[in-house]
């Protein structure tokens, strides 16, 4: 049964806020990561949906090459200055032609439609934008609207998003999210995710124009799963970067997210939960904001098995035991500890990382929370193999699990890590080029001896048999004055007393009129009479050396 005393740390050097370490100090860059989260940017559909393609008579079933059909004509930017032609004679004449206006927007989006460097410089230099974003107020001719969408959601694609922001599209296409046809509400859907994935700028510009509200409502009521499916990656995208957006205009969002998860769309549900982790991934505000919808148990079940899910639940996973004591035990109490050691074998390296960081963030809390990582069968020796043995950013993580549990919990958790092998694992990291993690290790085996010191327990030996004493020495001449005081203390502190032994022998005895070098006799004849190749040959024993006073 554990005790309750704990280990005194008032010296240590790993204080609460830097043990429970948010996502900004171990995470991959979310851009980066586009093999589990996908792209912040979708080019825009290679045709149009069948329901406009229904009401389009010019329309064809044959094979579609970069947004355009085999029979249809080809539009390249030398047919530019045509198309702006036509617009200002339109202008000129204010007779809105539908047709016309739809044909225009059109061979615009076919020219931006190519995949590989689109024009979109020259489409914006010729002066089409603000005909484009006009045509999106015509509420009585959809087709138009639909095609002008689509052309905007090209440019949206390309480094010139800001183009169409600062042309004041955003409340035009805000307002399409409610339009009486699906298709054109699913294509402004999409643009406004493209915007809102460029940068964190514009994605709070876009919700500064309240698209958050009908977007949702799409999500919850849609009329297609194109539409479904569109709608809830823009949604990842309204919750997306860094500055977060304030939890006021993202938390109307998450019981949308959660009814999401408990469907089985599974493309959906990935999009849904890396929304969620971008939502938790704030202050304890955003965490109870997760927590209130009863997310906790849908995301451990997650945890249990492979799936393209895995990796956002987990990120969500551990962004929540970031937050406070008790939004930790909740997902405790949720049975998370259950899914740790498939998470700890999990054949991918990003896994494991992100499964260490989450009982990281665990072992800093509670005695009682570090209790129940230490309880889990398996978990901790596992992880302080891993400590030792994995890949570095994995070890990290792992040392990092190690260092709380011995810097946080009291001495029989101590006592019990360093069964798991924690002092092999910190001694193992003494000689890396990482100053920081050279601190949390040291701060670790401070905390472990000290309580060796409090229990009886000769700890320190287990520090020189894995090479940890050696290990220490060398770090005295380490760059980092940090790192340097911290050896020259642990050194001092345990070890000091081996370098009195050796001083005591090395030092002449005062014994009588005589002073005597050397090693106590006893000593010699012990250590070597049966080895010496002297003896049994008639030599004289060893003995000290004796010089008479004068």
Excluded at 404 to 416: C, L, R
Excluded at 474 to 483: G, N, P, W
Aim: charged fraction near 25%.
């Amino acid at each position: 049964m554990f005790h309750q005393t704990t280990v005194d740390h008032s010296s240590k050097g790993i204080d609460a806020d830097e043990s429970r370490r948010r996502r900004t100090e171990t995470t991959i860059s979310l851009r980066k990561s586009k093999k589990d989260e996908g792209i912040a940017k979708r080019r825009a559909r290679v045709m149009a949906p069948a329901t406009m393609m229904a009401n389009d008579i010019s329309s064809s079933s044959a094979p579609v090459v970069y947004g355009h059909s085999k029979r249809d004509k080809v539009f390249t930017t030398q047919d530019i200055p045509s198309l702006m032609e036509q617009l200002h004679e339109i202008q000129q004449s204010g007779v809105m032609d539908g047709d016309k206006l739809k044909s225009i927007a059109q061979a615009f989006r076919k020219i931006m439609s190519v995949e590989n460097n689109p024009p979109v410089h020259e489409v914006l230099n010729s002066g089409a934008l603000p005909y484009l974003i006009n045509m999106l107020s015509l509420t009585d001719k959809p087709l138009v609207q639909f095609e002008a969408a689509w052309a905007l959601t090209n440019i949206a694609s390309t480094d010139q998003t800001a183009a169409i922001v600062d042309a004041g599209a955003i409340p035009a296409l805000v307002q399409l999210l409610t339009s009486s046809s699906a298709d054109v509400r699913e294509q402004s859907a999409w643009c406004l995710g493209n915007i809102a994935g460029d940068s964190t700028a514009l994605r709070d510009v876009v919700l500064a124009a309240n698209a958050m509200q009908p977007l949702i409502l799409n999500i919850i009521k849609p009329e297609s799963t194109s539409l479904f499916s569109n709608c809830v990656w823009a949604l990842s995208n309204f919750c997306r970067g860094k500055p977060q957006p304030a939890i006021s205009q993202v938390e109307s969002a998450i019981p949308a997210i959660v009814d999401i998860l408990r469907g089985d769309n599974e493309d959906a549900k990935v999009d849904a939960l890396w929304a969620l982790s971008y939502i938790s991934d704030g202050g304890e505000e955003h965490i109870d904001a997760v927590l209130q919808c009863n997310v906790a148990p849908l995301l451990v079940e997650i945890l249990g098995e492979e799936s393209r899910m895995l990796t956002p639940a987990l990120r969500t996973v551990g962004n929540i035991v970031t937050g406070n004591d008790k939004q930790t035990q909740a997902m405790l109490d949720a049975d998370l500890l259950h899914k740790m050691q498939f998470l700890l074998n999990h054949e991918r390296r990003l896994i494991k990382k992100e499964a260490c960081w989450v009982l990281s963030n665990i072992a800093a809390g509670t005695e009682k929370q570090i209790g129940s990582v230490l309880g889990r069968y398996g978990c901790m020796a596992h992880v302080a193999e891993m400590a030792e043995h994995a890949t570095w950013e994995v070890r990290k993580e792992a040392i990092w699990v190690v260092s709380n549990v011995a810097t946080g919990g009291n001495k029989f958790h101590v006592q019990s890590v360093v069964e798991c092998g924690a002092i092999d694992s910190l001694c193992s990291v003494m000689d890396i080029n990482d100053t920081k993690m050279l601190m949390v290790a040291l701060d670790a085996l401070e905390s472990i001896l000290r309580v060796g010191q409090e229990l009886g327990k000769d700890y320190c030996s287990f520090v020189d048999e894995c090479d940890g004493l050696e290990k220490l020495e060398l770090l005295q001449e380490h760059q980092s004055d940090d790192v340097y005081k911290k050896a020259v203390e642990i050194i001092e502190t345990f070890f000091g007393c081996e370098d009195e032994a050796e001083d005591e022998n090395l030092a002449p005895a005062l014994d009588g009129d005589t002073y005597a070098f050397g090693i106590p006799q006893k000593q010699i004849d012990e250590s070597f009479e049966e080895e010496c190749p002297a003896n049994g040959h008639g030599a004289a024993p060893f003995a000290t050396y004796n010089f008479a006073a004068v």
